[in-house]
């Protein structure tokens, strides 16, 4: 007697088979693309690598201290707020069950 086969098994198989028998696209239309060396060695990336390492023009004046435009909230505010919506809440669903 011959075991079943694994269902996965069956399935690799039609796989590979339907691959072998499908025809190879070939290359695009216009070619493959050229992407480049990965590590950016060109002429125009040594320009960018010079100028990153030049020191910046000293500003005429000196600029003032920045304030940072958001605050942080304090925890005893997130706290108390998160206590007024638990109180009204709970007085609203307090109101439901009595009606």
Do not use: C, N
């Amino acid at each position: 007697m011959s075991e079943p086969k694994d269902p996965e098994r069956l399935l690799a198989e039609a796989l590979q088979a339907q691959a072998r028998s499908a025809p190879h696209p070939g290359p695009p239309s216009g070619g493959w693309p050229r992407f480049g060396l990965l590590s950016g060695a060109d002429a125009s990336s040594l320009e960018r690598e010079r100028a990153a390492l030049e020191q910046p023009a000293k500003p005429s004046r000196p600029q003032p201290p920045r304030r940072h435009a958001v605050r942080d909230l304090p925890a005893y505010w997130v706290l108390g707020l998160a206590a007024l919506l638990g109180l009204a809440t709970g007085a609203v669903i307090g109101l439901i069950t009595l009606l």
